[in-house]
């Protein structure tokens, strides 16, 4: 099953660079050197065995959005699964002057979301506000928090004006009842959803998280057998990361039985609230301390788990769980993959030992690995190894009969 993703967005807004991290094995500080894109890059990447996605890298210079918005607009906007529009808030984020560039920005956004809504109505929408670490900590929350407004109300009066207008006539006719959809929907048109973003931190794999997470078909079967085995193992959590992004895919909890930004609901499912009143400020985080302009990027330091404190730490202050703590993880393996293989060596698993936990990391299927933390001091970290070990066939098996959509 292909999914097409679009990744557009002005010039130098940073979308080469985030997919060049996630999808290629980019460090932050690698980014620097990237020229710009040239009109469209492709790349297909094989996501869980049968999932792929089609990437759309759309150059942002300007000759080349006009022509996405033109000559090109039915072959770019057309069979669309997820766009992904990128902001610079960098040099954006001032009021005076630099309101000009936000400005012709959104006017951007709302232009491509205009033929979005022609061709590919039942698209997802992710508007990535990006460059946060160059923003003053100051000032981010407020700065964050207006621009989402504002991207809001643009994209409700979009979706009301063609609900109001008499639809263009659709290539594939697929989108036919995107009309009733959003007058139904209440909040008219498409639902966006909005996250701080930036190269030097978890907060980027926390929004492509979210962004994949959308795209798996039957993600709530997983959770389910996922849950359960939690339950076999009495672990106090499980997550699963796909194999070579690390990206989170789904996890499940013992200890929390509604997980951070997602909600179980009465048939036991796991879902992602990505509603636009409810979802707030679901996509601000404050970002990991230290790390302006890139100066603290690289995975310096050691990381606690337990709540010891530093920079980068697993667990906030008080022993209250960091919801961000998964995506951290997919940020450090990440990097300490990349290290592994600078020595020539490659990443197999990890192990764990603190006084209240063990967290064991190690494959699961052809394409995902698995985390347990287990932190009855009782179970022996060989039991957790057997029980993956012995889940491996069960969750390969889950993946090659779970059907497109
Ligand atoms: N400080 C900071 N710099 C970033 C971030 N993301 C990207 N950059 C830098 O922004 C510059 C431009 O990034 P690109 O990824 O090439 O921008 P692009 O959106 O692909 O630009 P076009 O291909 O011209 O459309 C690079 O020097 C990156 O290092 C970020 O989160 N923070
Ligand atoms: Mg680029």
């Given at each position: 099953?292909?999914?097409k993703v ?11 660079s ?9 460090r932050a ?22 999932l ?5 890298d759309?150059g ?7 022509s996405?918005l033109d ?10 699964g ?7 808030l960098h ?16 006017r951007?956004?709302r232009d ?9 109505p ?5 508007c ?9 900590s100051s000032?981010?929350?407020q700065?964050y928090?207006?621009r989402?407004?504002e991207l ?5 009066e979009i979706?009301q004006?063609a ?5 263009a006539?659709?290539?594939g006719?697929?989108g ?8 139904g929907?209440?909040v008219?048109?498409?639902r966006i959803?909005?996250f701080a973003?930036?190269i030097?931190d978890?907060?980027l794999y926390r ?9 798996i ?11 359960q085995f939690?339950?076999?193992?009495s672990a106090?959590?499980v997550?699963l990361?796909e194999?070579?992004t ?11 039985g509604?997980?951070t930004?997602?909600s179980?609901?009465a048939?036991g ?8 009143i409810e979802e707030g400020?679901?996509g601000?985080r ?7 302009n ?6 310096s330091?050691f ?8 920079n980068?730490?697993l667990?906030?202050k008080g ?14 393996i ?9 020595l020539?060596s490659?990443?197999?698993?990890l ?7 063990t967290?064991?990391i ?6 995902t ?21 012995l889940?491996r ?5 889950l993946q090659a009969?779970?059907p497109?959509?």
């Open positions: 099953m292909k999914k679009l990744l557009m967005g002005k010039s130098g807004c940073g979308k080469t985030m997919r060049s991290l996630i999808f290629s094995s980019y500080s690698d980014t620097r050197r990237l020229g710009s894109t040239l009109d469209v890059e492709h790349s297909h990447v094989r996501f869980l065995g049968n792929v996605l089609n990437l759309w759309c942002g210079q300007q000759s080349y959005m006009d996405y000559s090109q607009r039915s072959q770019v906007f057309s069979a669309v997820v766009l992904i529009y990128v902001f610079d040099g954006s984020a001032s009021e005076g002057e630099n309101d000009q560039e936000w400005e012709k920005d959104v951007y956004y491509c979301l205009q033929a979005l809504h022609q061709y590919s039942d698209a997802q929408v992710f990535l506000l990006h460059k946060m670490d160059l923003i003053d000032r981010r929350k700065v928090a207006s989402v407004k809001r109300k643009k994209s409700r979706a004006a609900a109001g207008a008499p639809k006539s659709k290539s006719g697929a036919a009842s995107g009309g009733g959809e959003e007058g929907g209440g008219g048109g498409f959803h909005c973003t930036s030097w978890e907060t929004a492509w998280s979210r962004i994949v997470h959308t795209l078909p039957n993600v709530q079967t997983l959770e389910r057998h996922l849950l939690a339950n076999i193992c106090t959590e997550v990361f194999r070579t690390f990206l989170v895919i789904s996890r499940s909890s013992r200890r929390i509604s997980l930004g997602a179980t609901r048939d499912k796991t879902e992602y609230i990505y509603d636009e400020m679901e601000f404050e970002m990991g301390l230290n790390r302006e890139g100066t603290g990027g690289s995975m330091g990381v606690s788990m337990d709540g010891a404190g530093g980068g730490s667990a906030e022993g209250k769980l960091n919801p961000e703590r998964f995506e951290k993880i997919s940020e450090l990440k990097k300490f993959k990349l290290s592994c293989s600078k020539q490659t990443f197999q698993g192990e764990i030992r603190g006084p209240n936990y967290a064991y190690d494959v699961l299927t052809s394409n690995y698995i985390m347990v933390i287990v932190a009855d001091p009782r179970i022996q970290l060989a039991a957790i190894k057997l029980n993956v070990q889940g066939d069960h969750f390969e098996k009969i779970n497109g959509r």
